[in-house]
């Protein structure tokens, strides 16, 4: 089995503890609940992950199966933010890909959550997997 080892940037983890991450060619990637529990895998996280073929019944969605986590330095030092910090940006992003024919403003998104219209604005600045775009209509 070939094995790869790739940058990939978790997406999004799952009720089911499981995780989906993209590498840098867009490529999508699944992380089973066993990787993500053990290794504290939140959305966001840029990770070095050992990757092979996925399933063949998976793999037109869904290329690659992490087998193998290590978690860089400097996402260790993240540990320092809040855990309400990856919640509430896991929330926002589960929310976005809801309906993704809907645009939200910041005020939406904060009163939908019922969190701080601040707070979401930062987090959302801060996410590099979420892009925003000036709409103009009448």
Do not use: C
């Amino acid at each position: 089995m070939l094995t790869e080892v790739k940058e990939v940037i978790i997406e999004e983890t799952t009720y089911s503890d499981s995780a989906f991450g993209v590498t840098e060619e867009g490529d999508g990637v699944f992380f089973n609940a066993r990787i993500v529990q053990r290794m504290g895998l939140k959305g966001g996280q840029t990770v070095q992950a050992y990757l092979v073929p996925n399933f063949p019944d998976k793999r037109d969605s869904i290329p690659w199966r992490a087998m193998r986590v290590e978690v860089t330095h400097e996402q260790e030092n993240l540990s320092h933010r809040p855990r309400w910090v990856g919640e509430l940006g896991d929330k926002i992003r589960r929310l976005l890909k809801e309906d993704i024919s809907v645009m939200w403003t910041v005020t939406e998104i904060a009163e939908e959550l019922e969190e701080d219209e601040e707070v979401v604005a930062k987090l959302l600045a801060e996410d590099k997997s979420i892009m925003s775009t000036t709409v103009y209509f009448m």
